[in-house]
């Protein structure tokens, strides 16, 4: 079964950082694709980043670009979105997904993700 399980959470002020950590297991993930979504109150869930568990492709939202980056360790089997620069419009709750196919035309498509983490909310002070 798998399980995707995200930690790293919590309030920040603008400006500052933080790092997202989800944690893998239940299959060999190595032909995966995986992603961070985020959800705001009273919006649709959003995808703000992407990583091909080969590490040879990445994709990210356009209002995060230059921000955030995504990577994975393949030891730890854990997929990180490092946050920089956070803005009072990055509040939401975040979440991992993992997609079984590893290629895509459209990264953002949230229906080719299989598996979704619970979330962890982050939210920015002023």
């Known amino acids: 079964q798998v399980q995707l399980v995200e930690s790293g959470g919590g309030l920040v002020q603008a400006g500052g950082s933080l790092r997202l950590s989800c944690a893998a297991s239940?299959?060999?993930?190595?032909?995966?694709?995986m992603g961070w979504f985020r959800q705001a109150p009273g919006k649709e869930r959003e995808f703000v980043a992407g990583i091909r568990w080969t590490g040879d492709s990445t994709d990210y939202a356009d209002s995060v670009k230059g921000r955030f980056t995504i990577s994975r360790d393949n030891a730890k089997i854990t997929v990180y979105l490092q946050m920089k620069s956070l803005k009072t419009e990055d509040p939401a709750v975040y979440y991992c997904?993992?997609?079984?196919?590893?290629?895509?035309?459209?990264?953002?498509?949230?229906?080719?993700?299989?598996?979704w983490g619970q979330g962890t909310p982050v939210t920015v002070s002023s």
């Open positions: 239940g299959r060999t993930f190595s032909s995966y694709r």
């Open positions: 997904a993992a997609a079984r196919r590893g290629t895509t035309l459209f990264w953002g498509n949230i229906y080719e993700y299989d598996y």
